[in-house]
């Protein structure tokens, strides 16, 4: 009697005894929460390795991000903002370092697979949890297959100025195409390169975290060397004129002044995705308490560095009004300012190489995110399996591939990238309330653990004002799809997540 009645009192929390499990009213189920505790006594024993040290962990956040926005992107952005992109850059880097101090938080306080997932089910409850994995997973998936389809374009431009031959139109063109908001159906066409690339990074995180972690090692520094390779050469055509007039003056287009720039960091945001990737590797990093936070703030300074740079040499190299429906843009520039067809081989060549480590963390992301929710028994057993000898989830991979394979080949990369930034914003959103919440339970945390600055509630708070200033200058229509999505998820969460949950078992 002693122990249920202590459990009752400890309700909201999800506390279960041995033998005594915990009968809940539905909204105790809605806003119950997984102690760190259990987090971090989970992390270790259910098969995935501690494997992973600083610097690997790092560049798995910098291969999540550096090349997403800038290599495709642009081509988004600019006819958006103008010039003035590099203030789109600034602000999403602004919000995300925001946002970064309070990761870097969470992840030594809750140092598991998940993320955002995992934060928010250890501070504002399992409803909210599984909100924020749908946005995670929204924002990983559609991640994946937007930068495998931005892939197809440089491969080709590789093949062409390598061998003077192109893939044809219809095997390298969506099914499915965006044109002033309406859906255009090309039945006979198919992207197959995408699908191509998906398949080729499904076979390298099968074979587990740390060859995987090694690989995407090596293509994250050919990938910094070949920006910096394009800055050199892009600023031999450095031209001031190109960024007058700094904002964009088309009224007709919807975005002008600090619209323009507003909107053009939605579109870029989701560059931003790596910080949340460190922190979905968690579970299989060595001292997660320190590693985890320096990663964190080591992959933002790099990023933001090489954005800043690349952003500033592709305008001062040419003129705003050519970036809109250019393809492979990047290799264009360096073929126009020089005259010559081999920067941009060398270029696209590295582009090929290097955005392959965009989309194998991606993929990684969303596989551990998946992970930690299984495991929570919110979604089915089948993605919490991890195979014996590699110690990888494979069944959980294949499926993902298979989602972000199909996605990639049938539909235009139009249709992806505001949905990421809003997955990503409202995943950011939610840690950052998680932080005070966090401090209010825990307390000022162990001695040596990273905290955010300034108390809990500033840098949180601003963190929040800025996600929702980025977010309020997206399109309606990914307002409309973003919340049909959060439809599913909430249906899907009463129909099977409530009554799966382990937290509705005795311990």
């Known amino acids: 009697m002693k122990r249920a009645a202590e459990c009752d009192n400890r309700a909201a929390t999800g506390c279960a005894t041995k033998g005594h499990a915990v009968n809940l009213t539905l909204g105790q189920k809605l806003i119950r929460t997984k102690q760190a505790e259990r987090h971090h006594d989970e992390a270790g024993s259910g098969g995935l390795q501690r494997s992973l040290s600083l610097f690997p962990l790092t560049m798995i956040g910098v291969g999540a991000t550096i090349g997403t926005g800038i290599f495709f992107t642009m081509v988004e952005a600019v006819p958006k903002a103008g010039p ?108 197959l390169p995408p699908v191509i690339l998906v398949a080729m990074c499904c076979l390298l995180l099968v074979r587990g975290t740390k060859e995987s972690a090694t690989t995407n090692t090596i293509m994250v520094l050919v990938k910094l060397a070949i920006l910096i390779f394009f800055a050199v050469i892009a600023f031999t055509g450095f031209d001031a004129a190109n960024f007058t007039p700094f904002f964009s003056p088309d009224p007709d287009s919807g975005y002008v002044g600090m619209a323009g720039v507003t909107a053009a960091a939605g579109t870029v945001f989701f560059s931003f995705i790596g910080l949340d990737t460190i922190a979905t590797a968690g579970e299989e990093t060595n001292n997660p308490r320190r590693n985890v936070p320096i990663g964190i703030l080591a992959a933002l300074l790099i990023v933001t560095a090489f954005y800043m740079l690349v952003a500033v040499a592709a305008m001062g190299a040419q003129p705003a009004r050519m970036f809109a429906g250019q393809e492979a843009g990047l290799s264009v520039i360096l073929q126009n300012v020089t005259g010559q067809a081999w920067p941009a081989l060398v270029l696209s060549l590295g582009a090929v190489v290097s955005v392959f480590s965009v989309t ?148």
């Not at 297959?145 to 192109?166: K, M, P, Q, T």
């Not at 249709?415 to 919440?437: E, K, Q, R, Y």
């Open 84 to 191: 003035a992109v590099i203030l789109s850059f600034l602000l999403a880097a602004l919000t995300a370092g925001l946002t970064a101090l309070c990761y870097a938080e969470l992840a030594g306080r809750v140092p598991a697979a998940g993320s955002s997932y995992s934060f928010a089910y250890a501070t504002v409850g399992e409803f909210a949890a599984f909100i924020v994995a749908a946005c995670l997973l929204l924002e990983y998936g559609l991640a994946g297959s937007a930068v495998a389809i931005g892939w197809s374009d440089y491969l080709n431009n590789f093949l062409s100025n390598a061998f003077g031959w192109e893939i044809p139109a219809h095997l390298r063109s969506p099914m499915f195409e965006s044109s002033h908001h309406n859906i255009q159906f090309n039945p006979g066409n198919f992207n």
């Open 360 to 507: 194998l963390v991606t993929i990684y992301g969303q596989t551990r995110i998946l992970y930690a929710i299984s495991r929570d028994g919110l979604i089915p057993k089948t993605f919490q399996k991890v195979n014996k000898r590699t110690l990888a989830p494979v069944s959980n991979t294949v499926i993902v591939c298979l989602v972000v394979g199909t996605v990639a080949g049938l539909v235009d990369s139009g249709f992806l990238w505001d949905m990421v930034s809003m997955g990503t914003l409202t995943a950011f959103i939610v840690v950052s309330i998680a932080v005070p919440v966090i401090r209010a339970k825990q307390g000022p945390g162990e001695p040596g653990n990273f905290r955010v600055p300034f108390g809990p509630y500033v840098i949180p708070g601003l963190s929040v004002l800025a996600c929702l200033y980025i977010m309020k200058d997206l399109s309606p229509a990914t307002f409309r799809v973003f919340f049909i999505w959060i439809g599913v998820a909430v249906a899907t969460y009463f129909l099977y997540s409530v009554r799966h949950s382990r937290l509705n078992k005795a311990q």
